[in-house]
């Protein structure tokens, strides 16, 4: 009997230790996990993603912690406090009657100012007179009296601040205004404005201000703030203003554009205040569009053509950076019908692609003399619409190098043929007949 006696001592001391090792484990994963927690969450506090932007809509901030801070600015927020109506911070509720075309709030008695105290005035002061200025009858028959090659020159005035913010890594751009701008309108003699903005040489970032409308003096006051920038990368950077006015109709009219290279400017000392003229954009010649490497194999007995986009040479300049980021479209037609389309992949920041890819589309009918591929040469735009750089078109009634290249594979099916062939204008899009 004394055996079946110690036994049961052990067996009773089991729950002890199991409840003991159980209790040190339980106290063991809390504390992990709470310090995992703490980890986690002091990382994001302390880590800003690069290139981060955030968007302030007419004095509205959208961003938890307010940029125009006494311990940011200083003195320059005290002066700018006391020109500034009194207009609750906090509240977003905004009286859209009492508003103008531009969306700016009428003013009492307003003041006219000089270009060099435009810092200390609000964009809505100095563009009110000018703006009923533009909408009177005398206004607009000067303008109309203009002839074709001053409207040319004259293509208005943009204003801006730039300033960047040392504790937050932030660099912010403002938007303020744009002056005397020419009507794209020929029936209201007036425009729809907005501004995109692209920072170069990279190309990440893409913003574009709000569409004013019916005028020639619109105030935007627009801020735009990058986080993760470091200071010593500002003097690589060169930003890139478009100024367009709205179509609803077709394609939006290019005004002009600004090219600010930030080399040599300072901001260490605050916020700078500039304002340059706009000029007329760049716009490339239809002559110097490149070349286009194609190779093309036609098999008879398995009605297939193949297609192969090799490489890509002596592309223009999409933009005032000299950088492409090119790709191909490949469509096939059977005589006024596209049935099948294909793309290659973006090759980034180069006039000179290569590609190498292959596409086989299965022909409909037993002839090529219906058939015909059209290749759109684009440029790769984040954010807007993708530019075309240049065209070609291969088939029976083409032209040219296309032509006889399409007589080549009739001739001569189941060989690869490759040839350069130049790319014509973008614009005005030919279709097959």
């Given at each position: 009997m004394?055996?079946?006696?110690?036994?049961?001592?052990?067996?009773?001391?089991?729950p002890?230790?199991?409840?003991?090792?159980?209790?040190?484990?339980?106290?063991?994963?809390?504390?992990?996990?709470?310090?995992?927690?703490?980890?986690?969450?002091?990382?994001?506090?302390?880590?800003?993603?690069?290139?981060?932007?955030?968007?302030?809509?007419?004095?509205?901030?959208?961003?938890?912690?307010?940029?125009?801070?006494?311990?940011?600015?200083?003195?320059?927020?005290?002066?700018?406090?006391?020109?500034?109506?009194?207009?609750?911070?906090?509240?977003?509720?905004?009286?859209?009657?009492?508003?103008?075309?531009?969306g700016?709030?009428?003013?009492?008695?307003?003041?006219a100012?000089?270009?060099?105290?435009?810092?200390?005035?609000?964009?809505?002061?100095?563009?009110?007179?000018?703006?009923?200025?533009?909408?009177?009858p005398?206004?607009?028959?000067?303008?109309?009296?203009?002839?074709?090659?001053?409207?040319?020159?004259?293509?208005?005035?943009?204003?801006?601040?730039?300033?960047?913010?040392?504790?937050?890594?932030?660099?912010v751009?403002?938007?303020?205004?744009?002056?005397?701008?020419?009507?794209?309108?020929?029936?209201?003699?007036?425009?729809?404005?907005?501004?995109?903005?692209?920072i170069?040489?990279?190309?990440?970032?893409?913003?574009?201000?709000?569409?004013?409308?019916?005028?020639?003096?619109?105030?935007?006051?627009e801020?735009?703030?990058?986080?993760?920038?470091?200071?010593?990368?500002?003097?690589?950077?060169?930003?890139?203003?478009?100024?367009?006015?709205?179509?609803?109709?077709?394609?939006?009219?290019?005004?002009g554009?600004?090219?600010?290279?930030?080399?040599?400017?300072?901001?260490?000392d605050?916020?700078?205040?500039?304002?340059?003229?706009?000029?007329?954009?760049?716009v490339?010649?239809?002559?110097?569009?490149?070349?286009?490497?194609?190779?093309?194999?036609?098999?008879?007995?398995?009605?297939?053509?193949?297609?192969?986009?090799?490489?890509?040479?002596?592309?223009?300049?999409?933009?005032?950076?000299?950088?492409?980021?090119?790709y191909?479209?490949?469509?096939?037609?059977?005589?006024?019908?596209?049935?099948?389309k294909?793309?290659?992949?973006?090759?980034?920041?180069?006039?000179?692609?290569?590609?190498?890819?292959?596409?086989?589309?299965?022909?409909?009918?037993?002839?090529?003399?219906?058939?015909?591929?059209?290749?759109?040469?684009?440029?790769?735009?984040?954010?807007?619409?993708?530019?075309?750089?240049?065209?070609?078109?291969?088939?029976?009634?083409?032209?040219?190098?296309?032509?006889?290249?399409?007589?080549?594979?009739?001739?001569?099916?189941?060989?690869?043929?490759?040839?350069?062939?130049?790319?014509?204008?973008?614009?005005?899009?030919?279709?097959?007949?």
């Amino acid at each position: 009997m004394a055996p079946i006696t110690s036994s049961r001592e052990e067996f009773d001391e089991i729950p002890t230790v199991v409840g003991i090792f159980s209790a040190f484990g339980l106290v063991f994963t809390v504390s992990l996990f709470a310090w995992i927690c703490c980890q986690r969450k002091s990382s994001k506090t302390n880590k800003t993603p690069p290139y981060k932007f955030v968007h302030v809509l007419k004095g509205v901030d959208i961003y938890p912690e307010n940029l125009n801070s006494k311990k940011k600015f200083g003195a320059d927020d005290k002066s700018e406090a006391k020109n500034k109506p009194a207009v609750p911070k906090t509240s977003l509720h905004l009286d859209l009657e009492k508003r103008d075309l531009n969306g700016n709030f009428p003013k009492a008695n307003p003041k006219a100012g000089s270009p060099s105290d435009l810092e200390h005035l609000t964009p809505k002061t100095f563009s009110e007179k000018e703006q009923k200025e533009s909408t009177s009858p005398d206004s607009l028959k000067s303008s109309s009296s203009l002839c074709s090659v001053e409207k040319q020159d004259k293509l208005g005035t943009l204003f801006f601040s730039l300033e960047y913010n040392f504790e937050k890594k932030a660099f912010v751009v403002n938007i303020k205004e744009a002056r005397g701008l020419p009507a794209m309108d020929e029936q209201s003699m007036t425009s729809d404005p907005y501004i995109k903005m692209t920072i170069l040489p990279e190309k990440k970032h893409k913003v574009k201000t709000r569409v004013l409308r019916k005028t020639l003096d619109p105030a935007f006051d627009e801020t735009f703030t990058f986080y993760g920038i470091p200071y010593s990368q500002i003097q690589d950077l060169v930003l890139h203003f478009i100024i367009l006015s709205f179509d609803r109709f077709s394609r939006d009219d290019i005004i002009g554009e600004v090219l600010i290279p930030l080399s040599g400017i300072e901001l260490a000392d605050g916020r700078m205040l500039m304002n340059r003229e706009i000029i007329k954009r760049n716009v490339r010649k239809s002559s110097g569009r490149g070349e286009l490497l194609i190779s093309l194999c036609y098999q008879s007995t398995t009605n297939t053509l193949t297609v192969v986009v090799l490489k890509a040479r002596h592309l223009p300049k999409a933009d005032v950076s000299g950088l492409s980021d090119p790709y191909v479209k490949v469509n096939l037609y059977h005589a006024k019908k596209r049935i099948s389309k294909k793309k290659t992949h973006v090759k980034k920041c180069t006039p000179n692609a290569v590609f190498n890819e292959l596409f086989v589309f299965d022909i409909p009918c037993e002839s090529l003399e219906e058939i015909s591929v059209e290749f759109l040469v684009l440029d790769s735009d984040r954010g807007s619409r993708n530019e075309v750089i240049g065209r070609l078109v291969l088939g029976a009634s083409a032209e040219g190098t296309g032509g006889e290249h399409w007589k080549e594979i009739r001739e001569y099916p189941r060989r690869q043929i490759a040839k350069w062939h130049m790319l014509c204008d973008g614009f005005g899009l030919w279709r097959p007949l």
